[in-house]
């Protein structure tokens, strides 16, 4: 009995790889959702990871640099694909984005870790506007690039706070925007489209709220000229 329930599941699992093959890397595979994507209008939703980093540009140059240790956040948001041509389409893909940096000031290093050490953490609004540029289809994938602006609102941003660094609290401005480019490809399965890719996300306007003047000078604040996020976005896609 054993022997023949294991014997089944070989048989099982050959054949639903054999069509799983079939459809997607043969020579001639069975074309999945053909008319799909020459809808003028569809949408779908995303789950994905990031990792955003700050980059800092100094007024005058110092001996060590701002450490940032970054931890990998989540993203979930929603698209709308609007197709403009064969190969062009027009996407809006608004998401919910959580991440978190630990700031590290070395030369504030011996005055302990109220001094040297700041959190942020982020809940981000993201609405990214892109243009996806599509190859050719080949049998069930079809791989892409896009590219475009967008803007985000920061939920966690405490810029209305009296408090600055000399209270503890580092500040951050609640509107930012960027630009991005990336990859990807869509798989056609029977039922769905799926669609895995890689962005990159890089920062274009500064985010640093200064500290008060009236506190003194500020080793926190006074010599970064620009503070900008980048990040790595990764999503997967169902359509």
Partial sequence: MKKTVILLLLVLTTNGYSQFAKNMFSKDPII????????????????????????????????QDIQVKKTTGFNVGVVADLRLQEYI?????????????????????????????REVSSTYIHFPLLLKFSSLRTGNIRPYLVGGMSTTLNLSANSKSKDDNFEGKFRVKPWTAAYELGFGIDIFSEYFIFSPSIRGMFGITDELIRDNPANGPSAWTDNIDSMKSRAILINFTFH
């Fill in 89 to 117: 389409n027009l996407r809006f893909e608004p998401g919910l984005y959580y991440t978190k940096r630990d700031l590290y000031y070395p030369e504030l290093f011996e005055q302990g870790e109220s001094s040297y050490l």
């Fill in 32 to 63: 999945n959702l053909e008319n799909w994507q020459k809808q003028r209008l569809y949408f779908g939703y995303y789950l994905g990871f990031n990792n955003f980093d700050f980059k800092f540009d100094y007024k005058t140059p110092i001996a």
